[in-house]
């Protein structure tokens, strides 16, 4: 009987000191987690260009702002297969502004990530430009 009370001494012993542990583990967890911070979904957004017939524009310049409000900035030249990418975008709405010599340029809007390819057409035509007043 000695023996036995022994036993659940040593193992009420232990039970409390594993409690213990996973106590102090579990109270540690949340501070080393709330230092992580989460980094927004980044897409790839290419770019076609081609002409009416649908022949590749390459060297066709391609602005990229957006998404949303936030205005960002960004520029390409289309390669020998008419298409630029631009890497590391967020979600959201872009206006896509093309240009080539000898075209018209074109404008498109462009959702990512539902859209992560757009194709432009160029028109044959002189560029447009926009005059203030």
């Given amino acids: ?5 022994v036993m659940r001494i040593v193992a ?3 039970l ?10 579990a109270q540690e967890t949340p501070a080393a987690s709330s230092s992580t ?4 979904a980044k897409y790839e957004v290419e770019v076609d260009v081609v002409d009416q017939q649908g022949a590749v524009i390459p060297n ?13 900035l960004k ?19 872009y206006m896509v502004q093309v240009s080539a010599t000898g075209f018209r340029t074109a404008k498109e809007i462009l ?3 539902t859209q ?12 447009m430009i926009m005059r203030e007043r």
């Fill in 1 to 5: 009987m000695r023996m036995l009370g």
């Fill in 12 to 14: 009420g012993a232990a």
């Fill in 16 to 25: 409390a000191v594993a409690m213990g542990l996973s106590f102090a583990v």
């Fill in 37 to 40: 911070q989460i980094e927004p």
């Fill in 60 to 72: 066709a310049n391609v602005r990229l702002a957006g998404p949303g409000d936030r205005g960002e």
């Fill in 75 to 93: 520029s390409g030249i289309t390669g020998p297969t008419g298409r630029v990418r631009f890497s590391d975008q967020l979600a959201g709405k």
């Fill in 111 to 113: 959702d990512t990530p």
């Fill in 116 to 127: 992560g390819v757009v194709r432009v057409t160029l028109s044959v035509g002189p560029p």
